[in-house]
């Protein structure tokens, strides 16, 4: 509670002139309607009331018996009273019962998840800062850091590494997983690769010297240390308090050579570096009022307190391209990234080149230019957007190494939403995030934890036990991280519950991550959100299937939890079709139904409350997902694509450029069409006096209206649909690629020998595009 206090009360914005930083004029132009507050929330959730659990478990009570009494009072009611209504009728009962129960399972879900939220945030209780020190004075296990990063910018970069790298932790190496190609033509791309490449370096350098300063002083302080019990050394607390002050000072120093663009340059000056250095500043306020009392804390203490300043700065940041190397896997994803890298771990490779290309091969004699790639206990996967708190790292290990969960294989926070957001459907697209927050922290409670892949601390051995290894053109290649589909996360998780592992997600915000900023953007990321789960189902299945053949005991709201976690999206996107499109007959309305939507809205308006937004974005967030509607049933539909093909879906990553990102025509036009269609339903409906779905359709029509115009922007939508039609009737010239050969006729000399000895006859591969003359000679005189 202290550290949240100290949080709040020394935290400045850039409004009162007193925000560290230098600022700039915004990138991006802020919106009317967009985010204003840019204070974050707080660390540990506050403890919700007993009067709030109470009416949580109402909630859920009065949507299960609204739902009761709408199937009894209205469904069976209809064909006891009219045995003889036909056959339309009956089909169109059936499949409205089948809409609005899904519905409400899925509300019941939230309301369920939210409800283990609660409790898990009333019965937390953070541990103090010594028992962490304590823990870790004597540490030997190291982290491994694992940022993979394609085509990002070098700015976003930059600040997650360096989030990365000042978390507190004794042996900590920040690894960039750079996934460009190596050797870009476009020279903007190859200097925005180099500067890429260039940040390991940047930040190794930059921390050199507080390195090596509280190196030496923690190597003074033991050389000179007293033998516990001793009396306390005013020169030795003197020194220490010297070095605190350096340390803040370097920190705050860092801070004010910071350029401020945006909110997310804002957070990390603020929250990242000055939340650091707030932290060193208690510890200053405690050492120096031991001063002041003629006192001083144990030799014990004082060492963990000059190994806290170790764990700072002395870090290792180094650059990885596995597109360098012919031996690793070069497919276009996140997880084999990471896989790429993980299997090298723990052993010492020797590169060779071969033809053109380098391969890596284990080096059995070890030499000066071998590649070591040093093995961890841990590893820490971090999207390129994302940013940590200062004990992210220090925290979620010790989770991890206490009593009771030694079979849990990932820990994470789910990570939260800038403040600040410049743009409305950045602030409504983060509302929706920060709600995600509390419904993981919720589904922890139920053991129903999914690995949510921004961030997450991960036991390697646990890795180890799901590995699966294959060869791919005489390599082994190693995957750990499932490719299958493009939640890759998800499909993980399901796969560590199967080897008798458990998640957990630590009920605090310790991780931040950024919101697509525009429509183009967000229709990339939710579509591939969308796909993936209905494929996974099955694994969930054999899971379940394995753990009870164990007499392990699976609960079954477990499994309600799962199930609507990896499918509600299938049944939501058509259920919403479904009641848009057809016109339902009026007497399967009922109040009802409404009263069993009721408690889902009421809550997500109050967590909305809590988490500093409106209550009001309710509206705003059911606008949001009317008009990403088409969106969602793409990536459904894509599943079921890949489900009924087996050709693996590309990974499409969330663009994060400085300009607006161009949506597909198709994911603009389709909401225009879903307000003309509520139009057309409404004069429908009222000429049969048919009131419900009056009220409905004027509901969506208003509010897709609404979004359409704040999150998508009429002149962005001509601009859009203009270039999806000028993309349609542009076609790119067929360019012929010359034909491959190993024929080089005119002299030895010139004869490439190192490729025919190590590829052989290349016309045999499946990738050879040699043409069929058979006057084609390997000619050597």
Known sequence: MTEQLVESSNTTRSGNGLFPGRLQTPERKRQWGSERRSEPLAIVHPAPSTRKIIWGRVAILVTIAAWMYYVISTIIRQFVDNPNSGFRFGIESFSYLIVVTFLTFSALMYLMARQGALYRFKEHRRVPRGELDNHFTRYKDAVTVLVPSYAEEPQVVRLTLWSAALQEFPDLRVVLLLDDPPHPTDPDIAQRLNETRALAGQISDALKEPAARTRAALAAFRKTQKPAGAEHDATALESLIGEYEAAVEWLEAMAEAELVNDHVDEFFVDLVIMGLARELRLVLLALTAARAQKTAPAPERMEQLYLRLTWIFNVHTVTFERKRYASLSHEANKAMNLNAYISLMGKRWRREDTAGQVVLRPSLQPQEDDLLVPDSAYLLTLDADSLLLRDYCLRLVYFLESAGNERVAVTQTPYSSFRGAPTRIERIAGATTDIQHILHQGMTFYGATFWVGANAIIRKCALEDIVEVETAGGFEVRTYIQDRTVIEDTESSIDLGTHGWTLSNYPERLSYSATPPDFGALVVQRRRWANGGLLILPK???????????????????????????????????????????????????????????????????????????????????????????????????????????????????????????????????????????????????????????????????????????????????????????????????????????????????????????HGDRRLNRDFRGGTDRRRRISIR
């Open 540 to 758: 969930l299945w054999n899971q379940l299937s394995r753990r009870r053949n164990q007499r392990e005991q699976v609960l079954f709201r477990e499994v309600l939890l799962r199930v609507n976690y990896m499918a509600s999206i299938s049944w939501a996107s058509f259920g919403l079709l479904f009641l848009l499109a057809y016109p339902y007959d009026s007497r399967l309305l009922s109040p009802a139904v409404f009263v069993a939507a009721l408690p889902y809205f009421l809550c997500m308006g109050s967590d909305l409350r809590d988490c500093g937004h409106r209550f009001s974005d309710i509206f705003r967030i059911y606008g949001f997902n009317l008009i990403l509607l088409p969106v969602n049933l793409a990536g459904v539909l894509k599943s079921l694509q890949q489900g009924l093909t087996g050709d693996k879906i590309p990974f499409v990553r969330t663009p994060k450029v400085k300009n607006r990102t161009a949506a597909p025509a198709i994911y603009v036009l389709i909401p225009y069409a879903i307000v003309a269609f509520s139009l057309l339903t409404i004069w429908r409906d009222a000429t049969q006096q048919n009131w419900g779905n009056v009220a409905f359709a004027t509901l969506n029509a208003v509010l897709a209206t609404i979004c359409i115009q704040s999150y998508i922007g009429l002149w962005n939508s001509v601009v859009d649909v203009f270039l999806g039609a000028l993309n349609w009737l542009y076609v790119k010239p067929k360019t012929t690629a010359p034909p491959q050969s190993l024929v080089v006729p005119k002299s030895a000399e010139e004869v490439d020998w190192k490729s025919i000895l190590y």
